[in-house]
């Protein structure tokens, strides 16, 4: 068997990072060591991790936080395995996940060097679930995109047509993730992708079409700093943004759309209409567009009180122009 080296950054996560372990350890497949690099953790975190009475468990300590690329980089460079594959301190494995993922890169040829799983949310209130169901049934509106192969699945990354959960789902040979240089430590957000972006130029991504990670949906930042990291993001691909956009590839006005709800959640309307009228949205995207402004609405009726009356009044005037 493959020795899997498993990564978990951590900070502050003393009540999940055993959760996490865990499931690690309840692999089917055996042959592995779990590196858990606390990132300066200040609470017990490291108390926790030194309870396992398990060779297989190797805590690696900062003495600062520096961020989850760093830590993952740490990881990857105390590895000793054939394989890296990572998990955040506060998701968990299916036991099987590791086994199913190593079947499908072992049976195909050495350009595949790669592979991610489908996740699911742990979704507790109501709502959630709610809205988890409201997802699913629009996402089988969508035509199904590629989910595995080499460099054509740039596209579908950039487009946010393809999510693969990196920081949790994704299996990689340790000479490719040393090779393409690990995470990107100047990046706070889409690191994940940007990593799966590096290795599809070394070669092949797989897919294991089935839910074998579950994620905890965790805090969303501050709209602008979203933008300011989605603008970051695309300009390290600007090239291939301009190639694939030529080739049918919606990308820009995919991230306009994020942005149009996240600002809309966030309660700030007239910040979401302009990135909404930057998307072009389709019909199916309505739905979650309407409960990302509900959802403002709730935390700040005022703004979007206001953007109403402004666009009454701006609609008014041009039906008056258009009568005169």
């Known amino acids: 068997m493959a020795l899997v080296s498993v990564i978990i950054p951590t900070y502050n996560r003393e009540e999940t990072v055993s959760r996490a372990i865990d499931s690690v350890l309840e692999q089917t497949h055996e042959d592995l060591e779990v590196l858990v690099v606390d990132d300066g953790s200040t609470d017990d975190t490291a108390a926790v991790l030194e309870s396992y009475d398990d060779d297989r468990v190797r805590p690696i300590y900062h003495e600062t936080n520096q961020g989850a690329n760093v830590a993952r980089n740490t990881g990857i460079e ?31 040829s050495e350009e595949w060097v790669a592979a991610y799983c489908g996740f699911a949310f742990e979704l507790t209130s109501t709502s959630d679930r709610f809205r988890g169901l409201a997802a699913s049934v629009l996402s089988r509106a969508d035509d199904r995109p590629r989910m595995e192969g080499g460099e054509e699945l740039i596209g579908e990354i950039l487009a946010d047509n393809v999510h693969t959960g990196a920081g949790s789902t994704l299996i990689v040979r340790t ?21 799966v972006l590096r290795i599809l130029e070394v070669g092949k991504l797989a897919y294991v079409d089935e839910p074998l990670v579950v994620r905890e949906e965790t805090g969303t930042p501050p ?22 956009e ?7 006005s995919s991230h306009d759309l994020v942005l149009a709800k996240s600002y809309f959640s966030e309660g700030r309307p007239a910040r979401g209409c302009w990135h909404l009228l930057r998307a072009g949205p389709e019909l199916r995207h309505l739905p979650g567009v309407l409960w990302s402004a509900v959802s403002g609405a709730r935390r700040r009726p005022f703004p979007f009180l206001a953007t109403g009356f402004i666009l009454a009044i701006a609609l008014i005037g041009g039906w008056i122009g258009v009568r005169s």
């Open 246 to 252: 030529a080739e049918g590839y919606e990308i820009r």
């Open 175 to 195: 000479d490719v993730a040393r090779e393409v240089g690990g995470f990107d430590e100047t990046l706070d957000r889409f690191q994940d992708p940007e990593f």
């Open 78 to 108: 105390r590895s000793r395995g054939k394989y890296v594959a990572f998990l955040d301190s506060d998701d968990e494995w299916r036991p099987e996940k590791l086994e199913a993922q190593l079947d499908v890169l072992e049976e195909r």
């Open 223 to 244: 709209a602008d700093t979203i933008r300011q990291a989605d603008e970051q993001y695309l300009s390290l691909y600007a090239d291939e943004v301009d190639r694939f």
